[in-house]
């Protein structure tokens, strides 16, 4: 856990945004605190602290006086809003250019999109593989 | 509620031998921050004992200062209620019960909680009737972090301690501190050569080497002082071209470069559109780089 590139912290920070994203942590929910962070994952208390100092700082979680902290009221449709606003850059091209290097036509591509307007299959099992 | 102590050595040498001999310390300074987890490194025969015997007031330096919460803590009473060593070999009575030395502890510790000794003494199946000496060498190992954590003092000192303890021992031991560390706050320095085991529970580091300070700052700061780059060899030979290199490996078409100093947001972006994959370099690397450094002014004296 937290072994990426970035400082723990800041791992600790992406790890509870897409929390927030993903709906685990919802609005008005407690996250886990100071503390527990620091003996769940073996880290310096002050290390989780500053993870959420920054998210403080973002107002997407709130400190709530002898309480602990909570997610705040917006914050997930907030966070939303940011990622949809990056997505094409950030998430699309790069699968998209992966697919021109690979010889993939954009029709084919296209064509994924419509067969499953709804939801997507489960991920295809590899050739020579039993399920 | 205890107030933790910080500590600080300025300039500090020590000289066990004739003034001839090399120095255990040679003008060493580094400073302990009130309130930190505080990782004092360094191979074996670095000086981290001796530095920690100077905090824990065994000995006087031979020239330098000492300061521990302020002053100079040398047969100072006050202060010294207030710190607490504890060295691999335990400094426990051999052959008194174990419930006897608690309670001499309870008398010399403002802050000692019998309870949580004995609940900790419980968890690492130490029976406190028996001694010190009928004890295998992890269970009095354990013994010496018990008396370390149960006696909550503003300055606590682990030596060393817990390397007779086998590994699960060893992370409930350092699951026990964080947990107490959170509860009641306080100054707590562990000295180590498991680096990669205990680096993240610091704040700060001190790093010795040779009898010298190589480091004293912040683990933060410190993971930043160092890059590791994994990639096709031509567009990270690139990257090179910037940055010191502290090592290379060379894994067939592939390169790895410890890089010294962190990488500009501009060079990230390049970096990844190139396939290069950035890693954190973990502090027992930077250790290990660090310390093989040539030191400019051993060789001069040559």
Redesign the interface.
Known sequence: MFD??????IQIADQIRAQIVSGDLPEESQVMS??QY??T???????AAKAFAILVDEGLIEKRRGLGMFVAVGAHDRLVKERRDTYLERVFRPAVEQADLLGIPRSELIAYLDEHPETLPAPRVAEGETR | MTTPYGAELTDVTVRYGRRTDEAALDHVSFTVRPGTITGLLGRNGAGKSTALSLLASLRRPTSGTVLVNGVDPFEDAVVMAGVQLVRESGDILGDTSINETLGYYDELRPHWDGDYARALLDQFDVDPRTTPAKLSRGKKSALGCIVGLASRAPLTIFDESYLGMDAPSRYAFYDALLDDYTDHPRTIVVSSHLIEEVERLFEDVVMLHRGRTLVSETADALRNRAVSVVGPSSAVSKLADDHRVLATRNLGGTTQLTLEGSLEPAEIALARDAGIEIARVSIQDLFIHLSQEPDPMKEDAR
């Open positions: 990426g590139p970035e400082p723990i912290y100071t503390t620091a003996t994952f073996r880290i310096n208390p002050a290390t």
